[in-house]
């Protein structure tokens, strides 16, 4: 299936765009990019996303080269073109090509379709182990095309049989490489309030626990694990993924919890009638 892409206001197939060697991204690693689905043909909670699209843009001193409702309408004309019920929508915005391989003219902005690429069930039914690392990521509130911290840290990951690392510093836990944490205890839903991009499943699921939980936005330590009664993480693709084990810690009973459950169902929901 062809996915296609705008880039600069051409829409081509994804596979023929290319960037050239001046480019910023390329040159000093200098990019910003944002990702989410679409449910029944709609693209989930495009509000938020082009808020925090904005933000990023504006924080990497960024000019947004379209406006929300030109954005909407790329959106839309890529999804139809796939072909396809649902898609992933990505998209990058870099600094632009610069001749003294510094200053920033005007930004390059790549919108493009993907297929989905979904967790895998059993991921959901054991759920899954993470990897501690002492870091927090510069700039947190950016979607960063910088990942590099995740791609050193792969063999890792790998070796110790987990699916993901989180990061935390000084006690202080933030995020995973590229979902946000939660933990569980009794009634209250926690989830830490800085050194972190604040995702729009976060956000949903916030919003979708209110009425049965209390949530607490706040700094999350570490210690705080040893009687969470669940962990999970939340994201685009992950949507909320228990959390079984972090490092040498086994969460509650070693197994996914009826409350991160409850909210996974929550969220499916949701996303059925949007």
Known sequence: MTHFGYFNGTVLPADQIGVGVTDLSLLR?????????????????????????????MCMHLPLPITKEEG???VMDLIERSGQPDVALRFVMTGGYAPDSITI??????????????????QYADGIRVILDEY??????????????????????RAAGAQDVLFCKDGEISEL???????????????????????ITRRTVIQLART???????PVLLSELYDADEAFTTSSTKKVLPIVQ????????SKPGPKSAWLLSQFNELVTRW
């Open 212 to 218: 049965d939980f209390e949530v607490e936005e706040r």
């Open 246 to 253: 972090v490092g040498d810690l086994t969460i509650a009973d």
């Open 177 to 199: 490489s590229r979902s946000n944490f939660f933990i569980v205890k009794g009634e209250k839903l926690i989830t830490p309030d800085r050194h972190i991009l604040r995702g």
């Open 29 to 57: 690693g200098y990019g910003l990019f944002d990702y989410f689905l679409t449910y029944n043909g709609r693209p989930f909670q495009w509000d938020w996303y082009w808020e925090r699209f904005a933000n990023s843009a």
């Open 105 to 122: 003219r005007k930004p390059n902005l790549l919108i493009m379709s993907e297929d989905i690429h979904p967790t895998a069930p059993q």
């Open 72 to 74: 909407y309408q790329i």
């Open 136 to 157: 927090v990521r510069e700039m947190a509130e950016v979607k960063s095309t910088d990942y590099k911290r995740l791609i050193l840290l792969a063999d890792e990951i």
